[in-house]
């Protein structure tokens, strides 16, 4: 059985269930809805498809929204998974201790730019500098002379809170043209002469991603191999949070997504298994080798 793939708004969510207490979801123990991270959207949609083929009567539903909406509305009530680049801990307002975290995968993140450009690695105080507005043309940096076009996520992004954590160093970044997600963000850096922005692993590959040019950073490459030993540092891991008690079928779809069989679809989706990582980290960013 195929599941059904929303891409209800936050909005919607609230016009259709309300955000006022009442769970939407919850006359049906047969159905299971996923909100929150667009980085992790791929493979819970993948994963989605995969599970109901297997469990006939069980519908999945995901949905994008962001961490931040994925964490509100688990801890609400109103779904039954929230995805989350983040920790909960991280997240202002969610009340963590009442939530059970389930890593999934780890997804690295990227600086990505528009194909024409050419520049092919920056130092992280070059790529700082440009998302904090202090460097505003490519010939800065060793490219053509060609404005810099700043595209980042919006506030209550885990992509973005990453970046802005292992990149910015405390600094601002600088006000300029936001989008809800990763999907956005990919269409318009690839349209885009002159854009910068960044992006899971997961939407740098693909017919998709062809106008795409992922940045390395003082020389290091944003590859599986280096995330798996920290040389590349700006990854996540890809939570789905849930009640402390989640229903049986929530618990079956969660535990099917961490199977040895998504594995070869975890890796092809460009997301890194958490077992395969050589290092750990905790909610302060604290990073330990295995």
Known sequence: MKKRLFLMSVAGLAFAGGLSG?????????????????????????????????????????????SGAGLSQVGKGNVTIGNSDIFAEQKDGIESNKLKDHKVAVVGITPVVNADIKVSSLTMDQLRDIFAGKITNWQEVGGQNKKISLINRAQGSGTRFTFEKEVMDGQET???????????????????????????????????????????????????????????????????????KPDKNTTKFIKFVKSKDM?????KLGYIPVNDMKVTKNADGDVTKK
Not at 51 to 60: Q, Y
């Open 263 to 267: 594995k070869s679809t975890v890796k």
């Open 174 to 244: 600088k006000t300029s043209q936001e989008q809800d997600d990763n999907g956005a963000v990919q269409k318009i850096i690839s349209k885009t002469p002159g854009a910068i922005s960044y992006l899971a692993f997961s939407y740098t590959a693909g017919d998709q991603a062809k106008n795409l040019k992922p940045i390395a950073i003082d020389k290091v490459r944003p590859t599986e191999k280096n995330v798996r030993n920290n040389k590349w540092s700006i990854w996540a891991y890809e939570h789905m949070y849930t009640t402390k």
């Open 22 to 66: 009442t769970n939407i979801y919850a006359d049906s123990s047969k159905q299971v809805t996923a909100v929150g991270s667009t980085a992790l959207q791929p493979l819970a949609a993948q994963a989605a498809d995969e599970f109901g083929n297997n469990h006939p009567g069980v519908t999945v539903n995901v949905q994008g929204g962001g």
